[in-house]
């Protein structure tokens, strides 16, 4: 297992994994995960998140497909990325079509009362963050993504999800494929972004 790192190292490292190790992420790191995600604050505490492992080879083959026709769909219109950010667009094109090569699928998703909004997504994305922090300290990969939404149905009926559950979002998990690693994150500059006392115009 990767040393231990500090929690400001990983917030300020985590970024997008989407190339993978075949090799199988043991069952104890990914209790980690789920471990760490279950932590995580949602409205009222009422933790009405549900993660799915999918680990067995037929679904995640099947679940992969129906990321990639989602992705292949959505690609056309990120094909402005190719000016602004070549290398977003080369790794997400690659993960639309390999990501049945991640050894586990972690889909984590959020019960509702019949209708979901912005505050339903705010009870589920903390616990997918952590999620992500978790696998930066164990030195597992893997990217937040939700092309599969597209197709949430279908999602749905391949795993059994209730009517009352959405999907938030779908995370490859497993070790970084080889020259591929964490870094350093690239982020707005603070003052473009942080306004003191009222909104305050940057230029
Ligand atoms: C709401 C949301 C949806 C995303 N959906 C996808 C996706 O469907 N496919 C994908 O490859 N990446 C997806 N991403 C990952 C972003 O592209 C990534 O977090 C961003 O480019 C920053 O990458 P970095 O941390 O490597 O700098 C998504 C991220 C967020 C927050």
């Not at 989407?18 to 199988?24: E, H, L, S, V």
């Not at 597992?140 to 749905?156: I, M, P, W």
Request: charged share 20%.
């Amino acid at each position: 297992m990767a040393d231990e790192i500090g929690l400001f190292e990983a917030m300020h490292t985590q970024r997008a994994i989407r190339y993978f190790k075949p090799d199988p992420v043991p069952e104890e790191l990914l209790t980690k995960l789920l471990e760490a995600a279950s932590k995580a604050p949602s409205g009222t505490n009422r933790q009405m998140w549900h993660f799915i492992v999918v680990r067995d080879d037929g679904l995640r083959a099947e679940l992969a497909g129906i990321y990639r026709r989602a992705g292949r769909n959505a690609l056309p219109n990120l094909q402005w990325l190719q000016d602004a950010n070549p290398r977003i667009l080369r790794s997400a094109t690659h993960l639309i079509e390999h990501m049945d090569e991640a050894p586990a699928l972690l889909l984590a998703c959020i019960e509702h009362g019949g209708s979901t909004n912005l505050t339903t997504g705010s009870s589920i994305y903390p616990a997918v963050q952590n999620i992500l922090l978790a696998a930066r300290g164990l030195g597992l990969g893997s990217v937040l993504t939700t092309f599969h939404k597209q197709y949430e149905d279908e999602v749905r009926a391949l795993l059994g999800i209730p009517d009352n559950v959405e999907t938030a979002a779908l995370l490859p998990i497993g070790y970084p494929a080889e020259g591929v690693g964490y870094g350093a994150t690239r982020r707005k500059p603070l003052d473009e972004v942080t306004h003191w006392d009222g909104w305050t115009q940057s230029d």
